[in-house]
Every structure is written in structure tokens, then in C-alpha cells.
């Protein structure tokens, strides 16, 4: 093995060594984080009581309102007041210390109401709340609130509503978009929950609710076989009606902001989450660096050996000329003119695919981002001009002229034009440059 050959086989050694340990850094912290958010959680959630003639129905809710806010909006199931919705009390210490609350939605076919509280909770916070739909099966999935069964082995008659006093549970995800008997979309899981927990949030591993916990299925509560959460995609439809802010939640729970909020991706980056990547990215970088500047001394000694050897250029070549640096490229860029990554650009020398997944996408729309699919279109720098294709969008990819491709259709659009995602409220331009 060569000198050269032997100093870049170190370095490459040295480089997977520090990313596997950094890898298994990044994945431990990761991990307590994710536990971490799961508990965070508790502190939405709270006790519902409804006064009945002769005793009290009790349910769990939870809190949702914009960063940073006091909240005065709680979440429930219907049925947990349904018996009496003039007499309704939310608490966060017990029975003795509930504060009225006055139902201001009610939905009786999907199983949930929305509550408007007399006062603003101070040591309550609001949940980020996610589409069940970026969920997958088999993944981890928490119930939080106020099980009955706990409530009968206690000493008191007071209900104790603090967050000591909550119970949390997981198991994993059957189905994200199960449709029960009365067409309701739920989440099915094996989360045991009992009665008490009704109304309190499913939680996903990031602590962002993705349904209200409403019924146990298959044998009864005792044997609590399977347990639905009827979609939180029905709360948030109804809040951005009635202009009432929450947090959006994330498919990895980073860069979550108010459904009010700016369009600017790095909203409310939570820089203590991203640290361990940033330290991994760090090392990777300085120790690719080091390799780059090895490899070019390695480089520079090979050149200067051959010329030594060779003396003078050839007959008819120039010394230091390099043909190919002479070589007109064609590149495609693409550019988001309207939308939430306005004036991001990307350039390629052959395809640019667009989307919401990081994974497979070069131009990236932050989830949830209206109208965008996960692969949405991809575009083709070819010879005869740009080919785009829709990637069996939702909601479609228009042309400049109003034209809807067809799920999966290729076609060419010039050199130039412009393309609309979904609708009118995410725009690109493509061309092709030199």
C-alpha cells in the first residue's frame, strides 16, 4: 500500500469510529428526550367534573392555546359532559377547587366538546396537537389522564387533580385512521386506559396530542382489549373556524409554532433538542476536512513527482490546461416564490423531487404545509427541456395555465415556468440555467 493510500485508510477509520460513537450519543440523548416530552405532556392535562343530582361524573381534558399563553381552552369528550353541560368544572388540585367552565362546541356524532374556562389556567400549559395521519402502525403511542381504578384505591373522596396524581400508559399504534361503527375516524391501539381516562390525550412519542382517549373495545372494560381516540384532525378543523390558536405539532416534534404563526421554517427551533446533532455534525465535519486536506497534500506530492519525471508538456498541449473545465453545464433550479419556505432555491444537475419528506426530498415543506404531500412532483432537467411529474399528489400540481396533471402524468414545460402545489398558497418557479 502506497503512503498516500495508507494515510487515507486511517482517516476513514478514524471518521466511522468518532460517527459511531457520536451516533450512539445522539440516539441515548434522543431517547431521554422523547421520554422526557411524554411527561411534559402531563402539564395540559387536566380533571372534568359535571354535578349530577345525587353525584358527579368525572372525565380528564386538556389544554390547548398558543406558546407561551395562559389557557382557558380544555378539550374533553362529549359524553364526559353530556349529563349536565350547565354544570361543568374543570380542576387542576381536586373537587374542592373546580372552576366553572361553559361549553362552546359540542360534537355528539364524533364524541367531543370544546370548554371555555371562567378564569385562565396559570399552572396549566397548552399541548401541540398532530394529525394522527403521521402516525404509523406498530409505533409507540401514551394515554394520559385520571383513571377510575386508581381513584378507588385511594383514601380520599376528593379526587386529587394534580399532576402526581396522573397515570400515563403506552403500548402501540393498530390502526391511525380506524373508522368505527357510527364512521368516526379513531386511533385503534392497546393502550389500557378505564373509565376517568376519557377525554384525556393520546400522546405521541414527541408528547404532542393525536386524539381524545373515548372508548375501550373487545371484552369490556375489565378486560380492556383495545382502546380508540377519536382524531384530533376534528378539534383543529373546528379551532381554526373559530380562530382559536394552538400549537401545531411536527412529525418530529421540532419546529412546532402557533397555527397563527409566521411563515418562516426556523420558528421556535428548540435548540437544546438539536444540540446533539449539531455537535455529531461538527465532528463528522472537521474530521472530513481533515481527510480533504490529507488527500490534497497526498495530491500535490503525486503531481510534483510526475512532472519531475515527465520534464514538458507534450506536442501540442499547453501546461496547467484542463479541456474540461471549459464544458457549458445546464443546471435547474427551482425556487418557492409563495408559501411557508418562500425564496429557498435548489439546484441540480439532474432532478429536483419536492415534498414534505426530509428523506427523500431537495426542496422541503414543513409538515402540514397546505396542499403538500409527503413526495408531491419531481422535476427532470433533459436535453428537450424541464419534464415534471406529479408523484400521485392529494392534491394535485397545477401548471402555469390552470392545467391539472394527472396522478403520476410526465410532462414538458419548457425551460421556464411556473408550478403550483395544491393550490394558489404554495408556488414555485423552475428554469434551467447556465
Known sequence: MTYGKRIMSVCLTVIMLMSLLMLGSVMSVSACAENSKVEEAQNSVVRIFVNLPGGISIGSGFA???????????????????DNPDEIYVTVTDINGGIPAEMIYSDEDNDFAILRLDEKLTDRKPIALLSPKELHKSQSIYCIGFPGLSDT???????????????????????????????????????????????????DEYGQAVGINTMVIGGGVELNNMTLAV?????????????????????????????????????????????????????VIVAAVTVLVVAAAVKKRKK?????????????????????????SRKLVVTCERGPIKGQSVGSFSSVRIGRNKNTCQLVYPDNTPGVSKEHCELYLTAGGIIIQDLNSTYGTFLSDGQKLAPGERKNIGNENIVLLGSDKVIISVKTEY
Open 304 to 328: 510534483v513527482t510526475v512532472s519531475a519525471s515527465v520534464g514538458h508538456a507534450g506536442k501540442g498541449d499547453t501546461p496547467g490546461h484542463n479541456p474540461a473545465a471549459e464544458t457549458v
Open 64 to 82: 390547548v392555546g398558543g406558546k407561551d399563553e395562559d389557557v382557558d381552552t380544555i378539550i374533553t369528550n362529549y359524553h364526559v359532559i353530556a
Open 231 to 283: 382524531s384530533i384532525d376534528y378539534v383543529t378543523e373546528v379551532l381554526e373556524d373559530k380562530g382559536i390558536n394552538y400549537i401545531k405539532g411536527t412529525a418530529n416534534g421540532a419546529n412546532q409554532k402557533n397555527s397563527d404563526a409566521g411563515d418562516s421554517v426556523f420558528d421556535d427551533i428548540n435548540i437544546d433538542d438539536a444540540l446533539p446533532y449539531i455537535i455529531a455534525a461538527a465532528v
Open 153 to 203: 384505591l385511594s383514601d380520599s373522596d376528593t379526587f386529587s387533580s394534580r399532576i402526581k396524581d396522573m397515570t400515563i400508559t403506552n403500548g402501540t399504534v393498530s390502526n391511525n385512521e380506524y373508522t368505527d361503527y357510527k364512521g368516526t375516524v379513531c386511533i385503534l391501539s392497546d393502550v389500557k386506559v378505564n373509565r376517568g381516562n376519557s377525554g384525556g390525550p393520546m400522546v
